[in-house]
């Protein structure tokens, strides 16, 4: 998810400013703004629907509870995200998903002909697996960065990180996925990564 816009930042203002002044139904705003990106979010950590859902809401419980710790300095959804990444951090430290080596993801499949749109999506949905199968402290930045278009600073505020480490962490995943399939780079359509990436650690 990328940063929100203006009014949805200036949205999420008003509602945290009536939730701090008593009223409660005001935390509804925030949550059906923000239930979706933060479940899909959760489901790149976890891959279970139904687990990222109760992640989400366990992400939403603890903002209602932390609200008043949000500092205006920086916007509320780098506030919101850095606090659900904590929440799915710990909750995949108590309950580990199942990891599968980078070595048993599929090759994306090479789009030509007739058959280029199904190949390519068949490839984005095989580059995504392979995400997936990255080492967690590179998946976390990987799905910070590209999935949810946060650029270098707001992904590291959001891990609680140098913004070198960030990028560092987002090279070496470049360098095990280019490893894993070599052709990746030549068909980086499937997912814009070094195209995205130009643009965004400029």
Request: charged share 30%.
């Amino acid at each position: 998810m990328s940063p929100e816009a203006p009014k949805s930042a200036s949205d999420d203002l008003a509602d945290v400013e009536r939730v701090l002044a008593g009223d409660v139904r005001a935390f509804e705003g925030i949550a059906r703004r923000w239930q979706g990106p933060l479940v899909n979010m959760a489901w790149r950590y976890c891959r279970d629907r139904g687990r990222a859902e109760e992640m989400a809401q366990e992400a939403f419980v603890k903002a209602w509870r932390g609200l008043g710790r949000w500092r205006r300095e920086g916007s509320f959804s780098t506030w919101l995200f850095a606090l659900a990444a904590n929440v799915f951090r710990t909750e995949l430290k108590r309950v580990p998903v199942a990891e599968l080596p980078m070595e048993d993801a599929p090759e994306p499949a090479a789009a030509a002909g007739q058959y280029r749109a199904v190949a390519a999506g068949e490839s984005a949905e095989a580059v995504r697996r392979a995400v997936l199968a990255l080492p967690h402290r590179y998946r976390e930045a990987v799905i910070l960065f590209y999935f949810h278009e946060m650029d270098v600073s707001e992904a590291a505020r959001t891990m609680g990180l140098p913004e070198g480490t960030v990028k560092a962490r987002l090279s070496r995943a470049r360098a095990l996925l280019r490893r894993r399939f070599p052709h990746l780079e030549a068909e980086h359509a499937a997912m814009g990564m070094e195209s995205v990436q130009a643009g965004k650690e400029a």
